[in-house]
């Protein structure tokens, strides 16, 4: 005769005999995920089972103790192969952002196209943005790339420049040949700039007066030229309107028919214009013998000193054209008779206010 304890029979057989299913519902989940095994697949420890809901759930084994209030891959592993448990993050998480505004699929499982999805989180994204504090009128302090927010951690206004200007490096050409490699790094560089115009003239088309605000984010002020600029900037700047490249987003430009040039630090109030010239990048005809400059290639663009000395001209007939003094600074000029140069040319034309 066969007793009730030689049967042996668990939980988990009446389950399968009854043609039932297991499940796992994740921590505040809002839907449960079949679940095939009723042991831990990392200790093989039996798992717990239980009820929710007239229904049959595995409770996960200590392996999954990651001191996480919600579903993990740590916990998932323990009841689902890898795969399945990256499955089942992805739908846990699509369900619990189903209702963003600012997300694809929120939008295209409506009936939208994904065209249309894409162009409704842009209007939701930039209506939001529009009300953020960072976005009002003279707002500053928000960004890490302005020296007021550093002030605002308790940086002095130099360190906090410093730490604007050492932001600022992963935005240019040495960046990304440092990155990439010389080629790869042009490359990926003027890829950089070509998108940013694009974005640049789409904004023109939406907002024509942006041109007038001359507000950029991708030119900033080099670490050699600050030394200069910077004592320039900090005894003016109360007075009057100046642009330096120190925030990220207000070096000064001037358009040339299709073409823009933006130049180092300029008043244009004063019609002064301020160029810093590092003799790596910037071939001195004045310094070089003819054999030297025959030689002279720009670091990292390695252009000649022809063409170089070329575009620095039509930069400077430019801001001529629009009715700036230009005045080229070197890096290899004395640094206390640059500034006072610099000086000097703003007292000139503030006097003649």
Request: hydrophobic share 35%; charged share 25%.
């Amino acid at each position: 005769m066969i007793t009730r304890k030689k049967l042996d029979f668990t939980l988990l057989d009446v389950i399968k005999l009854n043609n039932e299913q297991l499940y796992y519902i994740p921590y505040n989940g809002y839907h449960k995920f079949t679940v095939s095994t009723s042991h831990c697949l990392k200790c093989n420890a039996a798992l717990v089972i239980g009820f929710r809901k007239d229904e049959f759930i595995v409770s996960t084994c200590k392996c999954s103790a990651d001191n996480k209030n919600y579903a993990t891959l740590e916990k998932l592993t323990t009841v689902f192969p890898v795969s399945e448990a990256n499955d089942v993050l992805l739908s846990f998480a699509k369900r619990k952002t189903r209702n963003l505004q600012n997300v694809l699929t929120h939008w295209t499982s409506r009936g939208h196209t994904h065209e249309d999805a894409v162009q409704l989180v842009s209007e939701v994204q930039a209506s939001r943005s529009s009300l953020s504090p960072a976005a009002q009128k003279g707002a500053r302090g928000y960004s890490i790339r302005t020296p007021e927010y550093w002030i605002k951690q308790g940086y002095s206004k130099s360190d906090a420049v410093q730490k604007v200007s050492n932001l600022q490096v992963t935005n240019g050409l040495e960046f990304y040949v440092n990155r990439y490699g010389t080629d790869e790094g042009k490359v990926q560089y003027e890829k950089r700039i070509a998108k940013w115009l694009t974005s640049y003239t789409r904004a023109m088309e939406l907002d024509p007066t942006i041109n007038e605000r001359k507000m950029v984010g991708f030119c900033n002020a080099s670490k050699e030229s600050l030394k200069v600029l910077m004592p320039v900037y900090e005894k003016y700047n109360d007075k009057i309107r100046i642009y330096l490249g120190i925030d990220g987003n207000t070096e000064y430009f001037l358009r040339d028919d299709d073409s823009i040039r933006f130049y180092d630090f300029t008043i244009p109030e004063l019609k002064i214009i301020v160029e810093f010239h590092g003799s790596k990048f910037h071939a001195n005809a004045e310094l070089l013998s003819e054999q030297q400059l025959l030689e002279w290639k720009s670091l990292f663009s390695n252009d000649s000193a022809d063409l170089v000395i070329a575009k620095d001209t039509v930069k400077r007939k430019i801001a001529e054209s629009h009715g700036y003094t230009l005045l080229t600074i070197w890096d290899t000029d004395d640094v206390n008779q640059a500034i006072t140069k610099i000086t000097n040319l703003i007292e000139g034309k503030l006097n003649e206010i």
